[in-house]
């Protein structure tokens, strides 16, 4: 008689995530210390414009207690289709992943263990396909979205934005520091919503050994194009991203 | 509901992965009632998907494990059948188990605040190689 081995308590959820991540060539993650610092515009509109030169571009909203990717796309009747798994809705050229597809406006509150749970439930069951660029929307600060994040999706890389007020700076050094001891790539330090380059984050940036990738202006512009692509691609912020994506290497 | 062959896809990588390259004799799996994975779709699946791995000829058993919530607030406890959920709602639940804290709220007090303590998605609960 052979001898019997038996393995307790495995999640077949796991082994299926670099699967769904084949086809995909890079991986950004954008986070900042604080909210409200301009993360989902600059995730969305990154997406965006990389569409718009032609790329294979998804954008995944983990910020499951606030998504907004789908308020900046206008994406209130894009629906995933099933496929055997989810396959995201594209909207402006973006392929777009996010649990308020599904919840639509209604409040999520998700402990801990639930949102590493739908997290891996949703990079389990997405299909991309074959993408260049995978852009994440990360809720702001250190918690479990981004650990998950971090502990999910290959080859991660990071851009951080933060404003100039010393208190958003403060806080993403921590940002900095803790991408670096976690050992992912960090692109660079974006300024947003800045009235024309602080010194402040310049430095900041050196101290912290990552790249200072300039600044953008807080445009008022944007908030009448929110929901509208089309306009949004056509804000002085957008020229101005396109250049920072440019530099970064993320488009051409 | 096509998302079983993303699972069965799930479960057969799993397992093939437990066995370290050994033939499987038996792979065990619940099925939480909350994901309301459609266990015949998904044993046809794992049929379909399994040939030409070393889970070809595994027995597979599949047992449904009834979902139960606790309240977080109130403490009171309840199942899935003590409640009404639509049918987009039941269907967006299929997909991510958690988008039922969007939707249900404590029977007793009204609360969002509860947990999912049982049954709620597909779990692999042992792999038995020769």
Not at chain 1, 126 to 147: K, N
Request: glycine share 10%; aromatic share 4%; proline share 5%.
């Amino acid at each position: 008689m052979k001898a019997s081995r038996s393995s307790e308590g495995l999640d077949p959820r796991l082994q299926v995530i670099p699967e769904r991540l084949r086809g995909v060539s890079r991986i950004v993650v954008v986070c900042s210390g604080k909210g409200g610092v301009g993360k989902t515009l600059i995730a969305s509109l990154s997406a965006l414009i990389a569409a718009r030169q032609g790329l294979a571009v998804g954008l995944l909203d983990l910020d499951f207690h606030g998504p907004s990717c789908r308020n900046v796309l206008g994406a209130f009747e894009a629906k995933p289709v099933e496929d055997r798994g989810l396959v995201p809705p594209v909207v402006a050229g973006v392929k777009l992943m996010s649990l308020d597809l599904f919840a639509g406006d209604a409040p999520l509150p998700l402990r801990g263990s639930d949102v590493t749970d739908a997290t891996v439930e949703l990079l389990s069951v997405t299909r991309w396909g074959r993408l260049d660029l995978l852009v994440v929307d990360a809720p702001p600060g250190t918690g479990d979205e981004l650990l998950d994040a971090v502990k999910l999706l290959p080859r991660l890389e990071a851009l951080v934005v933060t404003t100039p007020s010393k208190l958003a700076l403060a806080v993403v050094a921590r940002l900095v520091a803790l991408l670096k001891d976690l050992r992912i790539p960090v692109l660079g330090v974006l300024e947003n919503m800045s009235s024309g380059g602080s010194s402040s984050v310049e430095e900041a940036a050196r101290a912290w050994g990552v790249s200072y990738l300039g600044w953008l202006p807080l445009d008022h512009l944007v908030e009448e194009a929110l929901g509208d692509p089309e306009k949004l691609l056509r804000t002085s912020v957008a020229r101005r991203l396109e250049d920072v994506l440019k530099r970064v290497g993320l488009i051409a | 509901m096509v998302h079983e062959w993303a699972l069965a896809e799930a479960i057969v990588a799993s397992a093939v992965k437990a066995s370290g390259g050994r033939r499987i004799k038996l792979v065990k799996i619940i099925l939480g009632e909350l994901q309301n994975a459609d266990p015949q779709v998904l044993e046809f699946a794992l049929e379909e998907l399994k040939r030409g791995t070393p889970m070809e000829e595994a027995q597979v058993q599949l047992e449904v494990q009834p979902a139960e919530f606790e309240c977080g607030v109130c403490k009171s406890s309840w199942r899935l059948s003590d409640l009404s959920i639509g049918e987009g709602e039941r269907e967006a639940i299929h997909f991510v188990p958690e988008l039922v804290h969007a939707f249900v709220r404590c029977p007793s007090c009204g609360s969002p605040d509860f947990k999912v303590v049982k049954g709620r998605g597909v779990w692999i609960e042992g792999v038995e190689v020769e």
